[in-house]
């Protein structure tokens, strides 16, 4: 959403980013084009030239907006509940029907991003490794402080449950893209909900 407090040039730039945002998470970067962001955003290429110096600065936030608005999601039900094992659970149930989220129908931008940049954009690959960083270590504390509380199992491993959990999920989410379908999505949901149901105390 558009901040009113920004400059003209701000608000201008940030406006790009949102417009642009689901065409280079369902296009990739690759299959974004600068006539694309042109006829999205409604802008001459001149203009957008004016407020980004190439394709790759717009990706590049592009990237930080998608995976703001994906950990901005997840943050507001993880605080929404108050035990550790509901916490977890928040993951499977979210994702369970991530084809009906607006903005995630496109897929995962990490997944996205890592597909596509792996070899080929050090930079966007830079921006996906440090999410799956930041998602890592969100996943490990959330189990940590259930171990302190008592409510998850003192012998639980959190690196190995961040691993296995964002492991399933990004490989639900890339067959439920490819498939159209949300069964094994489901299924694998499902079972992500019996491994966090095992943790507890």
Known sequence: MLNN???????????????????????????????NISEVTDLSKGCIYGHFENKDQIALAVFDYNFGNVTAYMKNRILSVENSIEKLLTYPRVYRDFLKIPFLKAGCPILNTSTEADDTHPGLREKATAALVFWKKSIESQVKRGIERKEIKANTNPAEIAVILMSLIEGAIMQAKVTGKSTELRMTMDYLEKIILNLKV
Not at 8 to 28: C, H, L, S, V
């Open 5 to 35: 407090s920004l400059s003209k040039a701000e608000r201008t730039r940030q406006y790009i980013i949102e417009k642009t945002a689901p065409t280079f998470n369902t296009r990739g970067f690759a299959g974004t084009s600068l006539s």
